[in-house]
């Protein structure tokens, strides 16, 4: 059975308005990843993504860069307990 980690971001920059949502959602589903993605009111885009360590430490590594409008200033990492995510959802 492979090791499980879950983990929140609440990622800042230009992160709103330039499909970095979708560009998260489609990255997370093609690492088997579990979780959501939504704005916050403050500009920033919150993740928390729960999957294999591997797949969780890349998806993270792609996050810093995003998609190509998106420019990403920080992230700030907070690390979970595992929950029953059954896929990743973009909350509105």
Known sequence: MSVQKRI?????????????RYS???????LAIRGYVRNQLDGS????AQGETTAV????KWCYKGPPAAFV???EKTPGSI?????FSILY
């Not at 885009?45 to 928390?48: A, K, P």
Request: aromatic residues 12%.
């Open 8 to 20: 929140s971001l609440v990622i800042t920059g230009k992160v709103q308005g330039v499909g970095y």
């Open 24 to 30: 998260v959602k489609l990255k997370a589903e093609s």
């Open 73 to 75: 200033r920080g992230i």
């Open 57 to 60: 430490e890349n998806f993270v």
């Open 83 to 87: 929950e029953d995510f059954s896929e």
């Open 45 to 48: 885009v919150f993740v928390t």
